[in-house]
Structure formats: structure tokens, C-alpha cells
């Protein structure tokens, strides 16, 4: 393929750059006879760090809708996906050039008839470090426990597995190289995940000052979803008349989510910008993700990081275009933080190298 130049600021830092691709890889020295793509603001490839490629509300997809989803994901400028629980074996995907690239948790583990039918494995909790060692195997460095769920017998949220059962679980994926994150709405079962070691909270809705000060001290991240709790009132109406205790409950969560996901970012710790598309919610929606952030009271650097350099670096990859750096950009006709809004218009989309936008 010749050679390509892109011209503008280049984020993380905003220096403006002529930037090249030779051979799917990031130089900054000249490349004789490269043609100009495109100039404006360019950001290291987005990243959605909650979604579920592979999935939607009744279970597994087949291949072409899955990857129906991921091209949905890679159109937005999403280029790197952490699929937090899928039903279906989406590792094909790594073959695909024209793909985001895909980081998979395996599938979601749950306590038996306390999760949504036909989404993950549904266990009892001497079968969870079994089932944790599986899907680390399965995966790509990740698996995703439901933390919490309605039981019936309390009416209410209430933690899928005892203490001591996580403590293990965690202590497993950790032994076969993998991190740990959990699906976690309510109160009572982050202490155990966090006095556990775990590595990521999804939602957090349920957080407390000491629990978000532990976070910090053993560097666990969190990623909000913060379009997906715009929901909570739905999800209360939709368990009101047989759960009125959880309806009450995910009423108040939903009111005071702003106060805690704010506290937990003024307190410093690590957040990541996850749009949980997949199962109910549309793929292709990091930028509304990102708004959402920023409409939180979070600056538009740090709700952009969320989900571009900082989410890069913390799953692995290059957190910005220096100098050999995989060609994994979008390109913005403005500056995204100066107009977040932007980001529903990318001008190129580059993808290993290839203008796949």
C-alpha cells in the first residue's frame, strides 16, 4: 500500500504534525510520494470499554450479526473493544483486518436463575474458580462476573456469591493471567469484590466514600456506563409489582448516580468510557458515552482520555501515535475538546493502517 499523510494536532498533546502510515505503522519522518488523506485534529483510535459484540437481548448472535455489531462499533471510531461477556465465540474476529481490534472476557459467570436468560454460565458458588479458570482460558486477559442480581427471596439486589467464593474466583483468574471485572448495580457486594482484588468495577452505582478510597489505594478502575444508567428508572417499573423493594432501590440509585460517579472521579480513580451496547442498548455510541461523561461535570480532556489514550494504555495498547505506533486513528474536521460534539462526525477513520471511514 503507498504511503499516506494526515495533517494536524496530533492528542494526546495537540501538536501539529505531519503524520504518516507505511505498512500499518505510525512515522513522523517523510515518506517520498505519500498522498495527503486528510487534515484536522487526530485522536488515537476510540476505545469502548464495556460492550458485547456477539450478543443481544435473547442470547448469542450469529457471526454476520455480530459482525453487523462490531462494524456499527468501528464507524463511530470505536477501534478497540473490551467485550465485557459474550454468549457467543466471537475469537474470529482477531482474523478479520477489517474489524476492530477485540479484547473478550469469555462469558458472563452468574449465580444460577440470577442473571438474564441465555447470556452467561449460571453456577453455584464451589463451581466458580472452575468456571473463572475456563473462561480465562477462553478470553483475552479479562473475565466477567455478575456481581449482583435480583434475588427473590430478598426482593432486591443481592450479591451472587459469598465472599470467600470471589476472594478465590479473583485469586484463580489472576494465577492464569487475566484480570477480573464485575456487573455491580447495588451496595452490598463491592466490598467483597474490592477487599477481593479485583481489577474493574462495571456501573458502581452502589459506591461509598471508603469503598471509592479503597479503590484508589489497590488501583481498581472503573467504567461507568453511564448511558446504561439513564436506564435504572425503566428497569424499576419493568420489577415494580412483583420486586417493589428493587424498583425503590434502583430509584434511588439512579437519583444520586451523578454524586457517586463524580466522586469517584474527583477522588482519582481510573475511569474508562464503556457504552454496554450489546443485549438492549445499539452498538456505535461512544460518543454519546463520552458526552454523557463530560455532561457529568468531568473536562472534556479527561471524558476524551476515557475513551481514547488513557482506556488505550490501561488495556494494553499504545496510548498515543508516536513514532511506530500501530495506525489505529480518527481524524476530526474540529477540535474535539473544544466541541466533544464532534465526535459523532469522524472525517477518516484509519484502521491498521487502512482508511476503512
Not at 505506533?325 to 487502512?354: K, S
Request: proline share 4%; net charge negative; aromatic share 8%.
Amino acid at each position: 500500500m503507498p504511503a499516506q499523510r494526515f495533517r494536524g494536532p496530533v492528542l494526546p498533546d495537540g501538536e501539529t504534525r505531519d503524520l504518516y502510515v507505511v505498512d500499518g505503522r505510525v512515522t513522523y519522518e517523510k515518506a517520498a510520494g505519500a498522498e495527503l488523506v486528510a487534515e484536522g485534529w487526530i485522536v488515537p483510535g476510540l476505545v469502548d470499554a464495556h460492550c458485547h459484540v456477539g450478543l443481544d437481548a435473547h442470547g448469542a448472535v450469529d457471526d454476520a450479526t455480530a459482525e453487523q455489531q462490531a462494524l456499527t462499533d468501528r464507524d463511530a471510531g470505536a477501534l478497540l473493544l473490551r467485550d465485557c461477556g459474550s454468549a457467543a465465540d466471537t475469537a474470529w474476529i482477531h482474523d478479520r483486518e477489517d474489524l476492530p481490534r477485540l479484547i473478550r472476557a469469555g462469558r458472563h459467570i452468574a449465580r444460577t436463575k440470577r442473571y438474564i436468560r441465555n447470556f452467561g454460565h449460571e453456577i453455584e458458588p464451589d463451581e466458580l474458580s472452575a468456571y473463572v479458570a475456563r473462561e480465562a482460558e477462553r478470553g483475552d486477559g479479562w473475565v466477567k462476573l455478575v456481581g449482583d442480581w435480583i434475588s427473590r427471596e430478598e426482593g432486591d439486589l443481592a450479591p451472587s456469591f459469598p465472599a470467600d467464593a470471589f476472594a478465590d474466583a479473583i485469586r484463580v483468574a489472576h494465577e492464569h493471567g487475566a484480570r477480573v471485572t464485575a456487573h455491580v448495580f447495588g451496595e452490598a457486594v463491592l466490598p467483597m469484590l474490592i477487599d477481593g482484588g479485583i481489577d474493574c468495577i462495571e456501573h458502581g452505582t452502589g459506591l461509598s466514600i471508603d469503598l471509592i478510597e479503597s479503590m484508589v489505594a489497590q488501583s481498581t478502575a472503573l467504567v461507568p456506563t453511564v448511558l446504561q444508567l439513564n436506564n435504572f428508572p425503566g428497569y424499576a417499573k419493568a420489577g415494580e409489582e412483583r420486586f417493589p423493594k428493587y424498583a425503590t432501590h434502583m430509584r434511588d440509585l439512579h437519583s444520586r448516580r451523578r454524586e457517586t460517579i463524580m466522586a469517584a472521579y474527583d477522588a482519582g480513580v481510573a475511569m474508562f468510557a464503556g457504552t454496554d451496547a450489546g443485549g438492549v442498548l445499539g452498538h456505535g455510541n461512544i460518543a454519546g458515552e463520552v458526552l454523557e461523561l463530560a455532561a457529568y461535570g468531568m473536562p472534556a480532556e479527561y471524558a476524551l482520555g476515557a475513551a481514547s489514550w488513557r482506556a488505550r494504555e490501561w488495556l494494553g495498547w499504545n496510548a498515543d501515535l508516536s513514532e511506530g505506533a500501530p495506525a489505529d486513528f480518527v481524524v476530526y474536521d474540529r477540535d474535539p475538546l473544544a466541541d466533544l460534539t464532534v465526535l459523532h462526525e469522524p472525517a477518516r477513520i484509519v484502521l491498521r493502517g487502512n482508511v476503512v471511514g
